[in-house]
């Protein structure tokens, strides 16, 4: 048996990336997925979003673990179309369990500016409670709603003198740190009914986000067209452990705990899968 055997998983942002993994992941430990993703660009955001053909490879990995998926393009920001892939996934595969409410972007550098700040919010904040509010009226006893945060959320970033120069990489950080608070009340709420709500917080993740001309840009400010090498000497910053990034199976390991039944009473957690992120801004009582 696995650890999610015979669940049902709704994952946003699972074609590619962090979402990708999270679905197989699930899987591979018995869960049934509800898979969606934009699978196109968005002009204010300065780097390749995911595919059509990315969220087929997510259906064929799920799928060759065994499992069933049902796989829609929906954009996080529009509630009918979530709503949509939910009455399609859950007719099919025959109820909901577990929400992965973890499609997001990254503004930086997002043009036009003003527009960056809007997408961001739209789908990291906005875009996640949208998802979780479309699946709670599906939801029962024992489920388990995952959000994705992020580090950045927990750390003390705002130079008043960069203040206005990249409203959508601003914005990440914002939507970041009012999901962390959403999520909190959410699952305080949801306690009396045995639903629980918590939030994963990575920091760096080896995904298309992060190896991104714009992350480069964001981590190497001091040259004029830094590449994946240049970047990768700063990315041990974020850090307390001296490495770059984790991995996208790192995230989806807490997830995949989380969703599970040894998590039955763990809700309102802010978990930190950091490599010690946390650690350089905070003392032990924070």
């Excluded at 994952?11 to 969606?36: F, K, N, P």
């Excluded at 527009?115 to 990291?124: F, K, L, P, R």
Aim: proline share 5%.
């Amino acid at each position: 048996m696995g650890r999610v055997q015979g669940k049902v998983a709704f994952v946003t942002g699972a074609a590619r990336g962090q979402g990708r993994s999270h679905a197989v992941r699930l899987a591979e430990e018995g869960a049934d997925i509800i898979a969606v993703d934009l699978c196109q660009d968005i002009e204010s955001i300065k780097y390749s979003l995911s595919t059509p053909e990315d969220l087929k490879e997510t259906v064929r990995l799920v799928e060759e673990r065994g499992r069933r998926i049902v796989a829609e393009r929906a954009d996080v920001r529009e509630p009918a179309q979530l709503n949509a892939a939910l009455d399609r996934g859950v007719a099919e595969l025959g109820g909901l369990d577990i929400v992965v409410a973890q499609a997001g972007i990254a503004g930086m550098q997002g043009e036009p500016q003003l527009q960056a700040w809007c997408d961001v919010i739209g789908t990291n904040l906005v875009g996640v409670i949208n998802a979780i509010h479309a699946a709670m009226p599906r939801l029962g006893e024992g489920a388990s709603i995952i959000a994705t945060g992020s580090t950045a959320a927990l750390m003390i970033t705002r130079p008043m003198d960069q203040a206005g120069k990249d409203p959508g990489g601003a914005a990440y950080v914002v939507a970041k740190q009012a999901l962390s608070q959403y999520v909190h009340e959410l699952a305080t709420n949801l306690a009396p009914r045995r639903i629980r709500a918590n939030v994963v917080h990575p920091t760096n993740v080896d995904t298309p986000m992060l190896q991104s001309e714009p992350m480069y840009r964001s981590f190497r400010r001091d040259l004029e067209n830094p590449t994946r090498e240049d970047a990768e000497l700063a990315f041990p910053a974020q850090q307390a452990m001296p490495i770059p990034y984790v991995e996208p199976s790192d995230i989806s390991n807490a997830v995949l705990f989380l969703a599970s039944d040894e998590a039955r009473y763990v809700t309102g957690m802010q978990l930190r899968v950091d490599a010690g992120g946390y650690l350089k801004w905070y003392d032990y009582r924070s």
